[in-house]
């Protein structure tokens, strides 16, 4: 039955009406041949992130083109939902760098891979300190309309030409808002939301936009990803996981929901 969807979903995304998580273009687990790191699927390092008992803190590196570099804002929420969902008494630091991508303007998931891969400072599975990296690269990703995507299970990116160029009109709702949204979003499908690593026992999987929430409330709204946010989304742009989101959570970190592609099994050391 999960061959099955992620069959379907892999057929979806090859037609193109979404981009948001890269991975699954390929048909399946991502992993590096050059290395002996396997860099997964999104949601790969989900149990990593909301349990402790192997990843004791977390650091997200956010490595920015010149004049891409985030907002405060969006870096303070960016932690404030990390530290709301994950099991971190380490702590969760974000460490937000200028850096050189060395990169034309167009971007395929393997792109931002590579890239990521050669721009990251350590492992995902870095010891004791689970390390994610979100890149706000210059450029746009090669298909159309999307603003932001998650390629494996540690990496995402984000397009802010993209974010500007969706701003509603009289900046309702304003690319800062979007940009916040867009970031925490993608941080939700490393977190394996919707139903990328579980099956949720709630019905609020967009059928749709499969991966994608129903709720227009929710940060996973599957118009979240999409240039057209401005024509789904009204003012106020949700920046939160909603009640079934942070219920899959819960149900995830206690094993009470089967989680699977996990990079690190979610044992107790
Ligand atoms: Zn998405």
């Not at 891979?113 to 210059?138: I, V, Y």
């Not at 079934?244 to 996990?262: K, P, R, V, W, Y």
């Amino acid at each position: 039955m999960r061959a099955i969807s992620i069959l379907v979903l892999s057929l979806f995304l090859f037609s193109n009406l979404s981009g948001c998580f890269g991975a699954f273009e390929e048909g399946g687990i991502f992993s590096d041949t050059d290395s002996e790191e396997k860099f997964g699927i999104p949601g790969g390092l989900t149990l990593a992130c909301l349990r402790s008992s192997q990843f004791e803190s977390m650091v997200v590196e956010v490595d920015y083109s010149q004049g891409y570099e985030p907002n405060s804002q969006t870096i303070s929420t960016l932690k404030a939902r990390l530290e709301q969902v994950c099991d971190k008494p380490g702590g969760i630091s974000i460490l937000v760098t200028q850096t050189d991508f060395q990169h034309g303007s167009s971007w395929s998931a393997d792109d931002i891979r590579e890239k990521g891969r050669e721009t990251r400072e350590g492992a995902p599975q870095d010891g004791t300190r689970l390390r994610w990296h979100l890149m706000f690269p210059s450029g746009s990703y090669d298909s159309s309309g999307v603003l932001g995507v998650a390629v494996d299970a540690s990496t995402a990116a984000i397009f802010l030409d993209d974010v500007r160029d969706a701003e509603g009109l009289f900046s309702r709702p304003s690319a800062e808002d979007i940009e916040e949204a867009v970031t925490v979003h993608e941080v939700g499908h490393l977190l394996g939301l919707v139903n990328l690593v579980y099956e949720s026992s709630h019905p609020h999987e967009d059928s749709d936009h499969p991966g994608h929430s129903n709720n227009e409330d929710s940060v996973m709204y599957w118009a979240i990803e999409s240039s057209d946010i401005s024509s789904f989304v009204s003012n106020d742009v949700p920046d939160e996981f909603d009640g079934d989101d942070i219920d899959d959570f819960a149900g995830m970190a206690s094993g009470e929901l089967e989680t699977e592609n996990q990079l690190w099994d979610g044992s107790d050391a």
